[in-house]
């Protein structure tokens, strides 16, 4: 009997290392988006610092994981058996929903998911109790359950959405204010007084936040420092801002940047000192629980299904040899992980100041959101005092070099407001910290994030629908973890209680089957944007920029043409209805390119230098082109594929062996001009051109010939509506490529007499 308790402690410590890895990833978003979106330093130093302080936070974390051994369930009230079903559904849960939310790159909360994934389990554990063992009646639920402390919780996650928000906003409106947007100038006269500031706070949140979860601090010493607060946060400000200003003036370092170099230190700290408990809580308190009824069992010989866990309403300490493994796990996730890139990004993107390519689709809520706010701005500005409001919105103009940057990869947003994140995030931390407020640091740090953008004007008419939408997508993906959470946690306590090892074994196998299949479907998506179209990633200001750039588009999109016109053909001979699905779904991926493209054209204008203007419309009519070609391949595979779906006649031998004959042509057309543009041999196009007549007149002739066999053999009009179809577009793609040809070789030649 005790063998299968010692593999499902060895399953939940496994699952806990996979856990580790999927809950730093969503939770990277707390102590990186600030340094990583304001580009205060390499990315390099951001990781080393973020990973001194998860090391850090990790080996000092707190030695109590009272959350998963009687924060949420009353211990006593559960046997052994039952206890260890609550933590293998928790895990199991906790894994699966983490791994699900960082494929999606929203952030969540571990604590909220932790904390309903316990409530759910053991909810569902007293319920089966109940019904089994007493008289049904639901209402004794609350001699199971921590129902003050799950309240407890609900009410600090609404506050703490809320209140982060609202202080975010208002302290960065007066920060910008103070600082306008040309804040260079401003920090020699406030600059210290700013430094003092910030790090006093996040000193304090240092002690209050950091300290108190610090096993191997003195009583003592942690009685001294409460009593004495405000005396060391004062003479830590005249400290620090002395600090300050022998940085500024002597060593002639950038306030800013410190601050957000120990900012994030401070945050990363702070999450793996205080959030460690999310991932290795719960093996840890199972471990503890085993080792309880082992020590019984061998005294008195008590089975698992009779030994109450009263022990683990006690403190017990966690060994340090298991805190430092997993702050190892956690660095190398920190480093290496993809995922926690892509949730750092959605956060990025939500704050940007100015346009980008939005993630997210408004809804009639956002939408809703923006037409009151902004008619509620306009009545608070009519209020204002004509010279009040000059005042303030020269404070809010950005500079030409800010507002028109011409660079793609320029910081999303500026140091000030950076700093203001981590700041705002520590002091609210540490308040609800003090305050016993069961906060959460990913809401906290994304809300205050939310609200200085906000505050900030980077949500304009142009970008609040998304911003707002993608706002309470993120939000109501909160509520939705604590739902899922709550359920699934239940419903896989269930499966193991009534199915047994059998089910706890599937249940397992599956969980880690999805977690490493999501993790290759991730890698493969990442790829896929590395290869994607670099616009978004370079400045093309330059003609030569613009040629390199534009060829290398061409290439990209006609060689996707050309693949998917070869693919579509062959499909259809073999009347193949499945690989012709799969083309159907790729074309939309080359149409998205494209779009993608059309949607940066904005921004490219704007970044061209003087010289170089006139090349816009060359690159407009270019993406016009393209996007023809693409219409075109797009019309000819999806009307394939709607004709097999529709299980109409495949097309006469005669008619695929002359699209065959269409395809091979094109193949060698197509290959030349990619190999020309890849290889920049653009004295080659007009060998290219050349080539279009002779395929121009054999798709002429097959037209021709389908007439005849209408008039004589030809006896299906569904048939020779497809074939009419691929036959015209073909037509119309070769016209949309040579145009295209013509256009670059105009350009490139009026570029180069120009160069020389």
Excluded at 267 to 274: D, K, P, S, T, V
Excluded at 279 to 284: D, L, R
Aim: aromatic fraction near 10%; charged fraction near 20%.
């Amino acid at each position: 009997m005790e063998d299968i308790y010692i593999v499902m402690l060895v399953a939940l410590f496994a699952l806990a290392i996979t856990d580790l890895v999927v809950g730093v990833s969503n939770d990277a978003i707390n102590f990186l988006n600030s340094a990583i979106g304001s580009k205060a330093v390499s990315m390099r130093t951001i990781m080393i610092v973020a990973s001194i302080g998860v090391a850090v936070g990790a080996i000092f974390s707190s030695g109590l994981m009272e959350v998963a051994r009687k924060g949420i369930f009353l211990p006593g009230e559960f046997y052994f058996e039952e206890i260890m079903i609550i933590f293998m559904a928790v895990m199991i849960t906790d894994v699966l929903l983490l791994d699900f939310f960082n494929s999606l790159g929203l952030p969540t909360s571990t604590t909220v998911s932790i904390v309903f994934e316990l409530l759910g389990a053991a909810v569902c554990m007293a319920a089966i109790k109940i019904y089994t063992q007493g008289d049904g009646n639901l209402s004794a639920l609350t001699n199971y359950i921590n129902t003050a402390k799950a309240t407890e919780i609900i009410v600090g996650i609404l506050m703490a959405v809320v209140i982060a928000f609202l202080v975010g906003a208002i302290v960065q409106y007066i920060s910008r204010l103070v600082f306008s947007f040309q804040f260079e100038r401003k920090m020699k006269y406030v600059g210290s007084i700013f430094g003092g500031l910030s790090l006093t706070a996040i000193l304090y949140f240092i002690l209050i936040k950091g300290m108190k979860s610090v096993p191997y601090i003195s009583q003592e010493t942690m009685d001294y420092v409460n009593t004495h607060t405000v005396i060391i946060v004062l003479i830590g400000l005249v400290l620090f801002t002395g600090i300050s200003q022998f940085l500024m003036s002597v060593l002639k370092i950038n306030i800013l940047r410190t601050i957000i170099i120990i900012g994030t230190f401070a945050l990363a700290l702070a999450f793996a000192g205080n959030d460690l408990v999310n991932f290795i809580g719960v093996p840890i308190a199972a471990w503890q629980s085993f080792e309880l009824w082992q020590t019984a069992n061998t005294a008195t010989g008590v089975l698992p299904s009779e030994f109450s866990m009263t022990g683990l309403s006690g403190s017990v300490p966690t060994p340090e040899i298991l805190l430092i493994a997993a702050g190892a796990v956690m660095v190398i996730t920190l480093w290496f992980s993809s995922k926690a890139r892509s949730v750092v990004d959605t956060g990025i993107n939500l704050s940007r100041q100015g346009d980008a390519v939005e993630r997210f689709e408004p809804n009639w809520l956002s939408r809703g959101i923006v037409r009151y706010s902004v008619l509620f701005g306009n009545a608070v500005t009519t209020v204002l005092p004509e010279r009040m409001r000059s005042k303030i919105e020269n404070k809010f103009d950005k500079p030409s070099a800010h507002s028109r940057s011409k660079r793609f990869d320029a910081p999303a947003f500026d140091m000030v407001r950076a700093s203001v994140n981590l700041v705002v995030a520590s002091v609210l931390i540490s308040i609800g910290t003090n305050m016993k407020l069961p906060l959460s640091t990913t809401y906290v740090t994304f809300m205050v994030a939310m609200g200085t953008s906000l505050a900030d004007r980077a949500w304009d008419r142009e970008s609040a629908v998304y911003r707002v939408a993608g706002v309470l997508n993120v939000i109501g993906g909160w509520f939705v973890t604590a739902i899922v959470a709550f359920t699934a946690a239940a419903i896989f306590a269930s499966i193991i209680y009534f199915g047994g090892t059998i089910a706890l074994a599937v249940l397992i196998i599956v969980a880690l089957v999805l977690v490493v299949r999501s993790g290759i479907l991730h890698s493969r998506k990442a790829k896929e944007e590395k290869t994607r179209k670099k616009f978004k990633k370079s400045d093309i200001i330059t003609i030569n920029e613009i040629t390199s750039e534009t060829s290398e588009n061409i290439s990209n999109v006609i060689g996707g043409i050309n693949k998917m016109y070869s693919r579509t053909v062959d499909q259809l001979g073999y009347y193949d209805l499945s690989k012709l699905k799969k083309n159907y779904k790729r074309i939309e991926k080359l149409e998205t390119e494209v779009d993608e493209l059309k949607d940066n054209i904005f921004y490219f204008i704007k970044s061209l230098d003087e010289d170089s203007v006139e090349a816009s419309k060359f690159y407009i009519l270019t993406l016009d082109h393209l996007q023809d070609m693409v219409q075109s391949i797009g019309f000819i595979t999806r009307n394939s594929y709607n004709h097999v779906h529709n299980n109409h006649k495949n097309l006469k031998f005669n008619q695929i062996r002359d699209l065959k004959k269409v395809d091979d042509k094109m193949q060698i057309l197509f290959d030349e001009i990619t190999e020309t543009f890849d290889n920049h041999e653009f004295g080659n196009i007009d060998n290219l051109l050349s080539e279009k007549q002779d395929l121009m007149e054999y798709v002429s002739d097959l037209i021709q010939k389908q007439i005849q066999r209408i008039r004589t053999s030809e006896s299906s009009p569904k048939n020779t509506k497809l074939y009419f179809g691929i036959l015209l577009e073909t037509k119309d793609l070769i016209g949309s490529t040579m145009s295209l040809l013509q256009l670059f070789q105009e350009f490139y030649n009026e570029a180069k007499t120009t160069t020389y």
